[in-house]
């Protein structure tokens, strides 16, 4: 055993290629009073044994932008530390055997060019040429990224782990910690098998322990291990040296060539979870037992790829435990439930690859309190506290070791663990023919089957079978009237006398209202960037209901709580589960709502923007009118016992006013004609309300100010450099879904947030920013250009607005 110091700023908690590289870049930053601790060797959990391959592209631009990063950083890591790392730019092929999967790739290929990544489309026979053993008979196409590499986990973490000590980081192996030290909901440092060490600041990269090393201080990181499984073989006559990585989603495959054999590795749709019941105490270097039985199907499709392995011999039956998240995403970043201890674990079998851009971004995070850019897609902050569930991760790992080569459909919802939330109106919903979606374990309604069909989704890039049911949707909302289950919303009351005042400095816009109103607010951060994108209702004097979404409940929440002052008299309280919520939506929701109520619903008493409890049925009710798919409307909050006999008022009077049950993917579409803006997708942390033209959402002058205000005063001096727009493509069996790079004039300039087929406006929409060089934003020359939008490294003729293309004045909201 090494002897330790008693204090350190920072303590890493795991000595894999994570840890290490978040060593290396604290280092690399200057915090060097770090003090890295292991249980055993460094790299003795899952780093050693895996296979060392470095891909760039992944599912979203700035998780590729992490991965591009890491093999930069690879490439010259063995010229900065003296230590062979191993690392070979070799380059990958993906091959696609479908038109479906042709089509992933090619959309992958449009993003990652967009951003400078080196990226080719491959006809089957040039495939071939550049790995002469591949089967390319039955190929459609293939994707090259030639910067793609293979790597030596054991060395490369070597390499980080000696740059990390020559920039000061201590690093002890044999030194297990056994708790984590903490106080006022802060870290203080943690115990070890010798002494406690005090520190600021606790990293858990204690790779598939995460779970249980952050269960020790209440904290949730949800992952579960899984058996992964890769062959080598015995040397390969006449095998190049060099060649690329390939991968063959479709048989579930991928092949690299080392010293003359061939590693074969598997992501199967069924996979084996692994550890249940605990990690074993002596874990270190172990591998789990080959399970040919489970790997003979998947040994067949890769026979059928590259034919010759039907001659290899097997020198290695490989067998090792990863973890997996029940998104596939890893986890990083500052858990919510307590300040001071970051996360940055859960690497679905892309740890080698992520770890250099994970290191990176959270070694940022921690010196600067904040992520560098948006990094929400892997933020720890998206869990939610019963992902903890140990039933609920060994289901779903079933699934999710599989889903790293699963199509990547849109609208693709997960398969296992499923029903964990549900509305007080699930049975219903069901019994109607609603195809549920799931967000954060939530059941929603996406879309109604027509009666006597399954509702079942049938996955395409294109119109997929859902679509003319949603269209209907679409329609009875902007001509009749829909009825919406939108009860997953996150809801928070925040009350105290001190609570306008409160939470006036976090909204942007003014919330000291007078009771009854309700206020559309951006929180800010200090650079100006959107936290968070709500409703704030101000119910009395001293109470709000603060409205966001289902997924970012535990996020906002905890942006809530750490804001408001120690010394404030308010108390917030999450009350999501306290309230149903209805939204009733269109031009005759009125006319059916009088039916059910004596409250006077005329304009003028009850108008756009305001808020009444109300008699519906024989409930008391929140109404407010407000709305998400812009036409006239009321969100109706609902105590939860009361949800049941409300809804089935409002059906039961609904017919005559052309009533019809509305699902997400048609408010989705009605929402994105309205180009209203949706966190996580078109605005983030990164955006600012200047870019994404929501400053009529801004109290500039109101007293005591907002978080934020100062950059967003600067920026509004000089002027916003880039600017959220709507996007139509003049093609409409071509959609868009996010990261497709939008061109003008020939010349590139932005990328699309978000999209969705707008039923009424008749046209594949979109949103997203566009740039014009790092000049100020000037609608003329967002008016001037002419505009393509690549789907599938094709260019589509696309209008541009930067007015919503359905009722720009808005004046169906406020009838
Ligand atoms: C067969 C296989 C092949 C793979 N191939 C690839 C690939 O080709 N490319 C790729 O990108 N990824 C690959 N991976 C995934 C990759 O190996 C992992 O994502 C990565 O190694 C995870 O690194 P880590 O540092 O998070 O975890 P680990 O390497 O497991 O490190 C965690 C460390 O924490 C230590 N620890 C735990 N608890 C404590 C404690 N209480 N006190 C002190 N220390 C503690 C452990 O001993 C361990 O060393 C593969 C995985 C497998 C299983």
New binding site residues.
Partial sequence: MQSIPSQARVVI???????CSVAYHLAKRGCSDVLL????QL?????W??????GQLRATLNLTRLAQYTTQLYEGLERETGQATGFRQVGSIAVAANDARFEELKRGASMARSFGLEVQILSPGAARERWPLLAADDLVGAVFLPKDGQTN?VDTTQALAKGARSGGVRIAEN????GIRTHGGRVTGVATEQDEVRAEVVVN?????ARE?GGWANVAVPLHAAE?F?IVTQPIAGLRSGLPILRDADACSYFKEDAGKLLV?WFEPQAKPWGEAGIPEGF?FDQLPADLTHIEPLFASAMHRVPILEQAGVQVF?N???SFTPDDRYLLGEAPEMRGLYVA?G?N???????GGAGKVLADWIIDGHPPFDLWDVDIRRCMPFQRNRRYLRERTVETLGLLYAMHWPYRQAESARGVRRSALHDRLAAAGACFGEVAGFERPNWFAAAGTEPRYEYSYGRQNWFGQAAAEHQAVREQVGLFDQSSFAKFALKGADAARALGRICANDVDVPPGRIVYTQWLNERGGIEADLTVTREAEDAYLIVTACATQTRDFSWLCRHLPAEARAVALDVSSAYAVLGLMGPRSRELLATLTDADLSNAAFPFGTSRIMDLGYARVRASRITYVGELGYELYIPTEFAQSVFDVIVGAGGPFGLRLGGYHAMNSLRMEKAYRHWGHDISDEDTPLEAGLQFAVAWDKPGGFIGRELLLRQRESGARRRLVAVALERTDRFLYHNEPIWRNGELVGRITSGMFGHTVGASLGLGYVANGGAPMDPAWVAAGKYEVEVAAERVSARISLRPFYDPESERVRC
Avoid at 49 to 54: C, D, E, S
Avoid at 205 to 209: L, N, R, S, T
Avoid at 349 to 355: C, E, K, L, N, T
Wanted: overall charge positive; proline content about 4%; some cysteine.
């Fill in positions: 908690i795991g000595g894999g290629i994570v840890g601790l292991e249980r055993k790299t003795c959990g899952t780093t044994h895996a296979a060392g391959l470095v986990p030194v297990k910690v056994t990269c204690a790779g598939m322990w090393v992964h890769y590795g270190a490989f090792g435990p990863e674990a690497f079998s892309i740890g080698i690859q992520s770890a």
